[in-house]
């Protein structure tokens, strides 16, 4: 059986359910057995970068995936918003304004740490049972409810920590030459790209379209990159050429990471071979000596459970059904 994780950089125009769809097409045409398959964290098609992929039992991870935080590269157009916030959409507002580099740099702080957004009506969230997009695509007036999210960096595009000098150029001369000189211009720019760092359930046009109201001008996405996603980097990222290769006969395993992969930030478990019997039956091991917390227990090299221990007791969270495991 085929269990564990593909990493796709998925390119721009392929959704995330045809990803699906291209990772199940190459294993059937590799003649490997058929198993389940599922993405963790949906990109839209616009969008491109890391895309995990789960296969077998590694599915069972896929809602943790889900719930982990993504690092995204993005670029934010000034002086027009559209309707969708990306580049596909109809422009609906123009400002003939830009913001000054220095500007840019120091508002970032007043949208790091936990605030709150509305999401872009051209989006999948469902309102009474009906996606956004399909109410915003048949012309219905489409309200969204502001939500709070986390973002726990914001950064140029290369500076993950702010420029100080650009910082202070921006308090002490407005982004003008220092000496303070009003006659001389100001350095705008017409677009810019960060990198945030942020939690589930964050919509990036939505950030990129208040970051540009915040600098008195509108502006939209046309370049988003998630560049991490969970404990998955660009680095570990196939192309879809590399993928293709698999249903020509290109060994899997030379591309596949282990379901244990997407535990990497939780601490392991280590397990006997009575223990780990235990488990598979979904029994409680007591009189542990480890942190409470969410631990992957393995027996050997391979993964048998995800527990959470709490006093001294674990407890089955997710169990895998992998070969090798004690019966």
Not at 125 to 135: E, F, H, P, S
Not at 218 to 234: D, M, N, Q, S
Not at 263 to 269: E, G
Request: with cysteine; glycine share 8%.
């Amino acid at each position: 059986m085929v269990n564990g994780w593909l990493i796709l950089d998925k390119p721009r125009g392929l959704g995330s359910t045809q990803a699906v769809a291209a990772v199940k097409r190459n294993l059937r045409e590799g003649g490997y057995p058929k198993c389940k398959v599922g993405h963790g964290g949906t990109l839209d098609p616009l969008a491109e970068g890391v895309l995990p992929i789960a296969l077998g039992e590694a599915t069972k991870l896929a809602g943790r995936m889900l719930d982990a935080s993504k690092i995204y590269d993005f670029t934010i157009q000034f002086g027009a918003e559209t309707d969708t916030l990306d580049a596909e959409g109809e422009v609906v507002q123009r400002v003939d304004r830009y913001p000054p580099i220095a500007a840019i740099a120091a508002v970032l702080e007043h949208f790091t740490g936990e605030i709150e957004q509305v999401p872009p009506a051209y989006s999948a969230l469902k309102i009474n049972g009906k996606r956004a997009y399909d109410r915003a695509r048949a012309g219905e007036e489409v309200e969204m409810k502001r939500r709070r999210v986390t973002i726990y960096s914001l950064a140029l595009a290369g500076k993950r920590d702010r420029d100080p000098d650009l910082r202070s150029a921006f308090q002490t001369t407005a982004g003008r030459p220092d000496p303070y000189d009003p006659s001389a211009p100001l350095e705008l720019a017409d677009s810019v790209t960060l990198t945030a760092h942020v939690s589930k359930g964050t919509y990036i046009r939505s950030l990129a379209r208040d970051i540009a109201r915040a600098l008195g001008t509108v502006g939209h996405v046309t370049y988003l990159r998630r560049i991490k996603a969970g404990p998955f980097t660009e680095s570990q990222a196939i192309s879809l050429d590399k993928l293709n290769e698999i249903g020509r006969g290109a060994p899997l395993e030379d591309l596949l990471l282990p379901l244990e992969a997407g535990l990497d930030d939780i601490p392991a478990l280590s397990l006997s071979q009575t223990d780990a019997q235990a488990v598979r039956q979904g029994r409680v091991l007591s009189e542990l000596p480890q942190p409470s917390g969410l631990y992957c227990a393995m027996l050997d090299d391979v993964p048998v459970a995800l527990m959470e221990v709490v006093d001294g007791t674990a407890k089955v969270v997710r169990g895998f059904n992998l070969p090798d495991v004690a019966e």
